[in-house]
Structure formats: C-alpha cells, structure tokens
C-alpha cells in the first residue's frame, strides 16, 4: 500500500515525519514487514537518526554545512548546487522493518525529512509491503 504526505517547508533543517509513517503503518493494518520511505526530490532527502536531542538536528545540519560548501566553479544554473550533494550524501530513501504491527526504530531514533532547498511545498512517498 502506498501513502503519500505534503511538507511544506520554511528552512533547511530536518522535519520528523515519524508520525506520518506510524500513521500510514496503522492504516495499512500491516503486522509484520517493511516500510519504505521515499523522497521524489533532488535537493532533499529521508535519513533515520536521533530524534531524543533537537541538537542533534542542528549538528547534522552544520556538519552537512561544513562538508558542502558553496562553489564558484558550480555550474548549474539554478544555484542550488549544495542541495543537491547534501541530497546526495542523505539518500533519497529509508526502509524500516514492521513487526507486530510496529516500526522496529532503536530507543531514540526517528525518521526525518530532510530539506536542503528551501522553503518548497514538498511530499514523501510511504510504501508498506506485507509479508508473504
């Protein structure tokens, strides 16, 4: 089964989009599987990592920052060139095991939208498969 969710977006920084999965999870009334997280854009992205300390979505952030710096020599015309490599560092996509009608996240993680091109009107795909 398929869902599909809208983020409207104001800053780059990484939005918790947990509870739209769990939502999609309990409307699908799957027990035991697999969700897929997807992402159709190319300056944003899904990543599974801490949700306990917002300050860790501020590190990330900053990291990714100091990872990917603005480039004179860039050359796509849009000049979102940074967007597109955090998006590409990030990944486009997360899978999460189902079992007992649960997502099988660790103690403290969370599953997060990642913006890198803001503001936008954005949407995430949400895939349940069943067991066979």
Known sequence: MKFEYD???SKETLYN???QVQDA????GVTSGLAIIYCP???AGITIN????PDVVHDLILGLNNIVTDDPRFRHA???STAHLKASLVNTHAAVVIE???LLLGRWQGIYFCEFDPPRSRHFIVK???DA
């Open 100 to 102: 007992k009608g649960r």
């Open 50 to 53: 801490e949700n306990a300390d």
């Open 25 to 28: 999870l309990a409307k699908s």
């Open 17 to 19: 989009i947990t509870p």
């Open 78 to 80: 849009e000049g979102n």
């Open 41 to 43: 854009h190319t300056t």
């Open 7 to 9: 983020l409207h977006t």
């Open 128 to 130: 349940i498969l069943a």
